[in-house]
């Protein structure tokens, strides 16, 4: 069964369901995992013909009468997969960023005696879609394109896909101006038939050739396709060839962040269907020049369209404000502002409230591809988005998208749109994948489709109005859940030191509340509350003791809510010993205990970098219940760590299949340690001194059992 789910874990992994690309959020886990957990908990006893054949069956019923909580609910994936399932889902989260965007994952707009067919709502979308368009949409087309010569030696017009800029430092010693190349190659595609593009350092020029070493045909400047200007945060002036540090010698000396040059454009020509790309010309440095004065003329006009607030000082935005980065309006240049503010507006007049929610999603969602913080990916030939390794990292040659957007790209508001359609069409016909011979398929499931009914409160929940209660509030302090009404917690709680996802969702927080402060009171303040986000940040003074305390505090208002026969299952993934030792201890200190621990493979890619966590391809899937006698076991630390290896050698066997690797092997003893830990707990003794789970397992990573 494990290989199974983790296989297609690991499909979902690098291609999510359409719904959960209504969005980005960070550190989502696979349908493949979330609705396996489901069906388990639907049928404890297993599944007669196997999990197999249960997972493409239809299960619209299989959680009839069940009410399930996620308290860490991010990205939604438990609630849309209880819902598919007929059970209540009821989520927490502290981010009203999450909140927006799992509303936006399960709501419908409503009509008279029910909600809209799926034919109807994508009419209704379109025709609003149409209306921007005619307001705003036809001028950024006309903003987003550029003149290009033919092979037919005739100009024309063609539309502008990408720009790309390169930042300028001024050198300390002789304060010539430096561009900042990290490479001079454009493009570096290794097909048949392929010619790569490159820069020249002397005139910018773009030089065709796969050679190493190349000329330019504009100036006769011979050049390395490898040469670099800017590496590992120090720059060479090439005037007087000193090196500098970027933050020490010139962003410490300078208030605002470094200003950019445009350095080439990547089209798109409608006429014969072909990408090319272009050294800008007079013409198109003129023609960003008067959008940015129509934005500085009507900046005062747009301004409640427009972020006010500052980027806050914390662990993740450290390096960003390292740049003298200080406003989240300063991550974008004027042309994007402009059309952003136009576009905002627009979608501030749709009438229909669940309309505009799905419209200012769209809009939210197209600001990740439409920044400067945006890279091109030279391998692969496009625009790799802000959050594509989730942090905001300042880049030096960032890359300007086609706002509105054209044929070819990623990332543009007609792009994120499709993506809207696609996602609510799930809601109508929700499918699962099946792999055989090498080959993916869909297999749909339109019995368990899925709208979100919310409820105002628990007791409407429960009396039959509504099949969704999601709450922006810390999981520390559930009040509004009576004891035991939870039939079952399904969960991903928070990692520890891992990304602080308060601080870089309001990239996204700052924009939403324009238009959602009036409606909903936790977008009212300029920053997100992240004071209540379980997390460590050193910066903000929160110690890894806090976030035990605070982690610990969330199991008991879980423990409390929960049934006494009810399973809380986690997903979890660290790569030290202390993060395993923090959640086991927050689980002990609130009254669980251990009673499985698996491995599943998750294999996902963070844009450009692979999993940051130890490169680890695995979570570990805890189950837990509540611990309602004390244990009475008890067992010498020498004898312990006998029983841990047999049972690490035991355990390893039945994951063979999974062929995983060292880190992921240390994810099985890890599981073995909870389960053993948990049932010794807390008689575990070495020298008559009771022995700490972090000493168990430093223990397991020092012997790598």
């Given at each position: 069964m494990l290989e199974f789910i983790s296989g297609l874990s690991r499909i979902e992994a690098n291609s999510k369901k359409p719904v959960y690309m209504i969005h980005k959020w960070f550190g989502r886990k696979t349908d493949a995992v979330i609705r396996s957990i489901l069906l388990s908990i639907a049928s404890p006893e297993g599944y007669p013909d196997g999990m197999e054949a249960e997972y493409y069956s239809e299960n619209n019923e299989a959680l009839k009468g069940k009410y399930i909580l996620d308290p860490f609910m991010g990205g939604g994936s438990t609630l849309v997969n209880t819902l598919r399932l007929g059970g209540k889902a009821i989520g927490v989260d502290v981010n009203p960023v999450a909140w927006f965007v799992t509303k936006n994952e399960l709501q419908v707009p409503a009509d008279v005696g029910g909600f809209l067919e799926y034919e109807e709502l994508r009419l209704m979308l379109e025709i609003e879609l149409e209306r921007i368009e005619g307001a705003v949409g036809s001028e950024i087309k006309r903003a987003y394109r550029t003149s290009i010569t033919g092979e037919d030696g005739c100009e024309r017009e063609a539309d502008i896909m990408y720009v790309l800029w390169i930042k300028k430092a001024k050198c300390p010693e002789c304060g010539k101006e430096v561009k900042l190349y990290p490479k001079m190659s454009i493009t570096d595609v290794d097909r048949a038939g392929c010619v790569n593009l490159s820069f020249c350092p002397s005139c910018g020029e773009i030089v065709k050739g796969n050679e190493a070493e190349l000329r330019c045909t504009s100036c006769g400047t011979d050049f390395s396709r490898d040469l670099r200007i800017y590496s590992n945060r120090r720059f060479r002036c090439e005037s007087c060839g000193g090196v500098f540090g970027l933050l020490k010698d010139v962003m410490s000396k300078r208030s605002g962040p470094l200003e950019a040059e445009m350095c080439a454009i990547e089209y798109y020509d409608r006429q014969t269907g072909k990408k090319g790309f272009k050294k800008p010309d007079i013409r198109d440095l003129k023609a960003f020049g008067r959008t940015r004065q129509e934005y500085l003329s009507l900046k005062d006009e747009l301004s409640e369209f427009l972020p006010a607030g500052s980027i806050p000082c914390g662990f993740n935005t450290r390096q960003v404000r390292n740049h003298n980065y200080r406003l989240w309006t300063e991550m974008f240049n004027e042309r994007q502002l402009y059309f952003l503010a136009k576009l905002l507006r627009e979608i501030s007049r749709i009438e229909n409230r669940v309309v505009r929610e799905l419209f200012l999603c769209t809009f939210s969602n197209t600001l990740n591809a439409n920044n400067m913080f945006c890279i091109y990916n030279a391998r692969y030939e496009k625009i790799e988005p802000l959050f594509g390794d989730h942090n905001i990292g300042p880049v030096v040659n960032p890359v300007e998208n086609n706002l509105w957007g054209t044929r070819f790209g990623r990332g543009s508001f007609?792009?994120?749109?499709?993506?809207?359609?696609?996602?609510?069409?799930?809601?109508?016909?929700?499918?699962?994948?099946?792999?055989?011979?090498?080959?993916?398929?869909?297999?749909?499931?339109?019995?368990?489709?899925?709208?979100?009914?919310?409820?105002?409160?628990?007791?409407?929940?429960?009396?039959?109005?509504?099949?969704?209660?999601?709450?922006?509030?810390?999981?520390?302090?559930?009040?509004?859940?009576?004891?035991?009404?939870?039939?079952?917690?399904?969960?991903?709680p928070p990692y520890f030191s891992a990304i602080n996802y308060g601080e870089i969702s309001e990239f996204f927080y700052s924009w939403q509340r324009l238009l959602l402060a009036g409606e909903y009171s936790f977008f009212g303040p300029e920053h997100v509350d992240s004071a209540e986000e379980v997390t460590v940040n050193s910066v903000k003074g929160i110690s890894s003791a806090e976030f035990s305390r605070r982690l610990t505090g969330c199991f008991k208002e879980i423990r409390r809510v929960l049934r006494d026969d009810g399973p809380l299952v986690m997903t979890y993934s660290s790569s030290g010993a202390e993060g395993w030792a923090v959640l086991f201890d927050s689980l002990m200190d609130a009254g669980f205990h251990i009673t499985e621990a698996y491995p599943v493979q998750m294999e996902y890619k963070a844009g450009l970098v692979e999993n940051r966590r130890g490169k680890m391809s695995c979570d570990l899937v805890i189950v837990a219940s509540k611990r309602l006698k004390p244990e009475t076991a008890s067992v010498r630390f020498e004898d312990f760590l006998r029983e841990l290896r047999a049972g690490v050698r035991n355990e390893e066997k039945k994951f063979d299949e999974l062929k995983l690797n060292r880190m992921d092997r240390m994810l099985?003893?890890?599981?073995?340690?909870?389960?053993?830990?948990?049932?010794?707990?807390?008689?575990?003794?070495?020298?008559?001194?009771?022995?700490?789970?972090?000493?168990?397992?430093?223990?397991?990573?020092?012997?790598?059992?």
């Open positions: 007609l792009k994120c749109f499709a993506a809207t359609l696609e996602a609510k069409q799930f809601n109508y016909k929700p499918f699962e994948r099946a792999h055989q011979g090498g080959k993916t398929s869909a297999v749909v499931m339109e019995e368990e489709k899925f709208c979100g009914e919310f409820a105002e409160d628990f007791e409407k929940l429960l009396c039959g109005s509504g099949n969704a209660l999601i709450r922006c509030q810390s999981a520390e302090d559930m009040g509004f859940l009576p004891d035991g009404c939870i039939d079952a917690v399904v969960t991903d099985v003893g890890i599981g073995v340690l909870y389960k053993l830990y948990s049932l010794y707990y807390p008689e575990i003794c070495g020298e008559a001194i009771p022995v700490s789970f972090i000493e168990a397992a430093e223990a397991l990573y020092r012997e790598n059992i």
